[in-house]
């Protein structure tokens, strides 16, 4: 039987090398499908990962990546992201 611990390392091992033999390391940042928007983010507002980053799901004018940049909620669009000073977004 294995121990807690020697299993954390078996599985931790098994992810470094399933990672390596992709020649991938967007499961290792949290981004499997490798669209700029981490899994987490999108799993926490949408529920799936099928959400593009230049879709614009609340319609308030930003893309979900410059939601997800921006750290604003893309499913409403009263949160928006901040215009900086120099006037380069919406």
Known sequence: ???????????????????????????ATGDSDGDGLLDSWELQFFGDLGQETDGDFDGDGFTNLEEFEAGTDPTDSMSKPIPPLNGNLH
Do not use: P
């Open 1 to 27: 039987m294995i121990g807690g611990t020697t299993r954390r390392t078996v599985l931790a091992l098994a992810v470094m090398l399933a990672v390596l033999s992709t020649g991938s390391c967007a499961f």
